[in-house]
């Protein structure tokens, strides 16, 4: 019988924790840009209206529903 075996790369050793998460310390989310209301002071995302009042470009242009609204 004829044995059709094929062979790969095999680790010579494991990797150690300390290895393992050294090369894991660039694997991270990065946090994205972020820019501050200039009427509330909340965080936004860059061209984007203000989702808590609606402002964007010092303009109103969202109906923001407010708690006493509903
Ligand atoms: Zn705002």
Redo the contacts with the bound molecule.
């Keep these: 019988m004829k044995l059709n075996l094929q062979l790969f790369a095999v680790p010579f050793r494991r990797t150690s924790k300390t290895k393992k998460r050294m090369r894991r310390t660039h694997l991270k989310k990065e946090v994205g840009a972020i820019t501050i ?6 965080a ?1 995302r860059p061209h984007r209206a ?6 964007y470009k010092n303009e109103d242009v969202l109906h923001v529903v407010k708690d006493d609204e509903k």
């Design positions: 209301c200039p009427k509330c002071g909340e936004l203000c989702a808590k009042c609606g402002y």
